[in-house]
């Protein structure tokens, strides 16, 4: 079972491509709202996240999806949100991985830009 709700990944995804097109500047409002939600969430929803964008970036299988929970709690070395927000391409991995272990991404943006 994944410990992060497909919302809060949805989330990320949103505030991940507004940062990554500079819509507000590197410093601006989309980063510090990604940091601080990134930051916000608990060990095991930070480990599912960056498990999820290992999934999208092809480091790991859906089926391996406990083996890199596992990892990304073993290997820890830097706060996540550091960690992800320097990943080239975030939001792009994180929908591959929603994708590829059957969450929906487009639904679950377009009901939190709706809400």
């Known amino acids: 079972m994944l410990e992060i709700s497909a919302d809060k990944i949805a989330f990320v995804v949103i505030r991940a491509r507004d940062y990554d097109q500079g819509l507000d500047g590197r410093g601006g409002r989309n980063a510090y709202e990604l940091r601080d939600f990134i930051a916000d969430l608990n060990d ?3 480990a599912a ?6 999934i999208g970036r092809g480091t790991y299988e859906p089926e391996d999806l406990a083996e890199a929970v596992a990892t990304a709690r073993a290997e820890k ?6 960690y992800l927000m320097g990943e080239p391409q975030l939001a792009d991995h994180l929908e ?12 679950e943006a377009d009901n939190l830009l709706k809400g």
């Open 44 to 46: 095991d929803e930070q």
């Open 77 to 82: 070395t830097t706060p996540t949100e550091d």
């Open 49 to 54: 996240l960056t498990a999820v964008m290992w």
């Open 96 to 107: 591959a991985g929603m994708e590829a272990l059957g969450l929906s991404p487009g639904d």
